[in-house]
């Protein structure tokens, strides 16, 4: 998972810096490969933190959380990109998997 957490935050932040479309191809592979990377890991790891007549509800509120994020995640790309800058959502979602990697890690 920490893998996968440093490669959506190098993906992500990339896309602040690029312009060119091998270079979008390049930073949207690397977020994806984090992608692929971390939600396989998540669900195993919060699988086998939970006691196993727990495992069903805890599945069930992890899923439920991903659903809300993404739902969230377009709406706050959206007023970034609007109000703020056409960077701002790159690097909002970069810090974001930068943080969960410092979560993770504890």
């Known amino acids: 998972a920490l893998f996968g957490f440093i490669c959506q935050g190098i993906g992500y932040s990339a896309y602040a810096w690029?312009?060119?479309v091998p270079g979008a191809i390049l930073?949207?592979?690397?977020?994806s490969v984090g992608s692929g990377l971390i939600r396989?890991?998540?669900?195993s790891l919060i699988s086998r933190r939970a006691a196993p007549e727990e495992q069903?509800?805890?599945s069930g509120v992890s899923q439920s959380l991903a659903s809300i994020a993404?739902?969230?995640?377009?709406?706050i790309a959206g007023f970034l990109l609007q109000?703020?800058?056409l960077q701002a959502w790159a690097l909002f979602?970069?810090?974001?998997a930068l943080?969960?990697?410092?979560f993770s890690m504890r």
């Open 18 to 20: 690029v312009f060119t």
């Open 27 to 31: 930073a949207a592979t690397t977020a």
């Open 40 to 43: 396989p890991a998540l669900a």
């Open 56 to 58: 069903g509800a805890v």
């Open 70 to 75: 993404s739902i969230l995640a377009p709406l």
């Open 83 to 85: 109000h703020v800058s």
């Open 93 to 96: 979602a970069g810090c974001s």
């Open 99 to 102: 943080i969960a990697l410092m």
